[in-house]
């Protein structure tokens, strides 16, 4: 394995790869619990995590409502 770097965690938030992220932040900041800029971009991270995660379960759950509507509508 290499070394995590906060430019490597600043490069999976830039791609989207926001747990990826949160995993290099937090490893650096095991090593480095003072350091207020690693905390924010963690906090970033964490919370960008979050949404997309958010975001994916409710596309899944629109893409059920749109599939029973759709089978409904199709019912004699």
Same mark, same amino acid.
């Given at each position: 394995?290499? !070394? ?23 490893? #650096?900041?095991?090593?480095? !619990? ?6 924010? &971009? ?5 919370? $960008? &995590?979050?949404?997309?995660?958010? #975001? ?10 749109? $599939?029973?509507?759709?089978?409904? &509508?199709? &019912? !004699?």
């Amino acid at each position: 394995l290499f !070394p995590a770097t906060a430019a490597m965690g600043h490069e999976f938030m830039r791609q989207g790869h926001f747990d990826r992220a949160l995993e290099i932040f937090d490893a #650096l900041l095991v090593t480095n !619990p003072d350091d207020e800029a690693l905390r924010q &971009s963690r906090d970033e991270a964490n919370k $960008k &995590s979050r949404e997309t995660n958010m #975001l994916e379960f409710l596309k899944g759950w629109l893409g059920a409502i749109e $599939k029973i509507r759709s089978e409904l &509508s199709s &019912s !004699p």
